[in-house]
């Protein structure tokens, strides 16, 4: 069965420090990872997807197959990027995505 | 805007009453899920239709069903409401089948049961 965790439930960082969000996924087939970003209990918004390669609002995630992750980075957080944070995986033909339990962060000043 | 709508977007009823939360999709989307996001829980998955077939079921309860219509919006009936029920509940659509892409989420219905 497909599942992602996300091994914490609060991150709580300083204000231009590193931010490390991390995801891991179990699925037998080739897996499409998301990562999904919701504010202040608002609509989820799309952050990045693996597929894509992209950098947004200076995150940046990599699909690690190895090691099943896909863990969330930025070098220096900033206060606007407190959230909540949820990896999804997305099974082959969009058969559901799934998502993790979500971790949320907290910048602090 | 996700172009996702939910109706109604607050929703205050009683124990052992039943309500019915209403979703339309992107235009073009075939795939819906809902999803109960509870007070300090993540995204609990609870059902995905595809072009009005169910595809997926979650940890959804017995007492909630849910379906999708011809024209690809879809209802969540929630029924013998209890406390523990009280939540956000998000639709998100996407296109489905083999050229998916992302979800995107409607803003959710705040239910409140009291």
């Known amino acids: 069965a497909q599942r992602v965790t996300q091994p914490e439930k609060l991150l709580s960082v300083f204000k231009g420090a590193p931010v490390e969000l991390k995801c891991n996924y179990s699925y037998s087939g080739s897996p499409e990872l998301f990562w999904y970003v919701q504010y202040s209990r608002q609509r989820l918004q799309l952050l990045l997807r693996h597929i894509s390669r992209e950098s947004i609002k200076g995150f940046t995630a990599d699909l690690n197959k190895g090691e099943t992750s896909f863990h969330l980075k930025k070098p220096f957080a900033q206060e606007e990027d407190s959230a909540m944070y949820y990896c999804?995986?997305?099974?082959?033909?969009?058969?559901?995505?799934?998502f993790g339990p979500g971790t949320r962060l907290s910048v602090l000043p | 805007d996700s172009g996702v709508t939910q109706t109604p977007k607050h929703l205050i009823t009683a124990t052992g009453q039943r309500v019915t939360l209403r979703c339309s999709p992107r235009?073009?989307?075939?795939?819906v899920y809902w999803y109960q996001q509870s007070l300090d829980q993540g995204l609990q998955f609870l059902i995905q239709?595809?072009?009005?077939?169910?595809?997926a079921k979650g940890n959804i309860l017995e007492r909630f069903s849910a379906q999708q219509f011809p024209d690809l919006h879809s209802e969540l009936n929630l029924s013998s409401l209890e406390l523990g029920d009280s939540a956000l509940y998000f639709c998100?659509?996407?296109?489905?089948?083999?050229?998916?892409?992302?979800?995107?989420f409607g803003q959710g219905t705040r239910l409140t049961v009291v």
């Open positions: 239709y595809y072009n009005g077939e169910e595809r």
């Open positions: 235009s073009g989307d075939l795939s």
């Open positions: 999804a995986l997305r099974t082959l033909y969009g058969q559901n995505f799934v």
């Open positions: 998100a659509s996407s296109v489905g089948g083999e050229w998916d892409t992302e979800a995107f």
